[in-house]
């Protein structure tokens, strides 16, 4: 059995693989330094994640004013949690209302159905694209 001799290289391809290289003015050589509190740290640690970027990804973008959005499936959960301990809270309120407890007083259910209307339209129209 013979084998073929492996062919010569095209010099008009690249051997190396990988990602292609940036041109000059699209290259980020230039850095910035400042000093922030351990809040101020954390803070961006925890928003950078949150967005699922990296500190310095989501610090450029916030400095060059260029929108940081939550991606909707954390976004979606975090909803979900929320409107979960919503409910829990109304039913807690509503039992013990409804139980004659000394010390619970009647509840304008008009007023927290008006507040949760609003609430629930404003996260309703956040997700109007």
Known sequence: MTSTPPKPPNPSQSSRGGRPKKQKDERRIASTRTDLTLAEKQFIREQSHLAGLSEAA?????????PVVVPK???DAR???ELNSIGINLNQ?????????EGIHAVDWNMVLKDLHRVLEKVGNSFDD
């Open 58 to 66: 989501f610090v450029r973008k916030r400095v060059l004013g260029l």
């Open 73 to 75: 499936s954390y976004a």
């Open 93 to 101: 309120l509503a039992r013990n209302v409804n139980s004659g407890r």
């Open 79 to 81: 909803l979900l949690y």
